[in-house]
């Protein structure tokens, strides 16, 4: 049984930028996307130091999606009335479709070839749609949609070690990802 303890220890990548000026919708959506994927593994790993065991690289992956997921959504209400409509879109889409090649990537290491992709955005549209109707109040989501992720954590860990995974991202897990977001977004999503 995993026994709850520190929040994990993540930095993020890379938020800051060297030169100065206007940046691309594609070059702020690599540098969120190299982050939210960074956050995810890091999350992941920090919840094996606790004892959750995975059992299988097809059960990690699920828990990955899911943390992605919930991580794409939080940014994309970070950015909601920072970035004009057609920005946020662009910016959200940008980064789900880096987050895919990247995820694709991974599952054909491990798994050899096939249609990963696909199966990967259809995962984050249905997520996202499930997410939109939880509220938040400050920027903080409440604790159903809380529940309703870790819940999401639990059902992709269901072969495996899965005893307290719910109380593990509710108290830990999501509110250090909601951390993370916001700073990188704050840092990493402006225009310039």
Request: glycine share 10%; net charge positive; charged share 25%.
């Given at each position: 049984m995993a026994i709850i303890s520190s929040r994990p220890q993540i930095a993020l990548v890379k938020t800051r930028w060297r030169k100065k000026g206007a940046r691309t919708v594609e070059e702020r959506a690599s540098v969120i996307g190299a982050n939210v994927w960074k956050i995810a593994l890091e999350v992941f790993r920090h919840m094996e130091k606790e004892g959750?065991?995975?059992g299988s690289d097809r059960l990690t992956t699920e828990v990955i999606t899911e943390f992605i997921a919930f991580l794409v959504q939080l940014a994309d209400r970070a950015v909601y009335?920072?970035?004009a409509e057609d920005e946020r879109a662009a910016l959200i889409g940008a980064l789900v479709r880096?987050?895919?090649a990247t995820m694709e990537n991974n599952q054909q290491d491990l798994f050899g070839p096939g249609e990963y992709r696909k199966p990967f955005i259809d995962r984050l549209n249905a997520r996202f749609g499930e997410y939109a109707g939880f509220e938040y109040r400050d920027g903080e989501p409440g604790?159903?949609?809380l529940r309703y992720f870790a819940g999401k954590v639990a059902d992709a860990m269901a072969e495996g070690?899965?005893?307290?995974?719910v109380e593990q991202m509710i108290d830990i897990g999501a509110p250090e990802m909601v951390r993370?977001?916001?700073k990188l977004v704050e840092q990493a999503a402006a225009p310039a």
């Open positions: 959750f065991r995975f009335g920072r970035l880096h987050l895919a604790y159903s949609c070690d899965n005893k307290g995974v993370l977001v916001r």
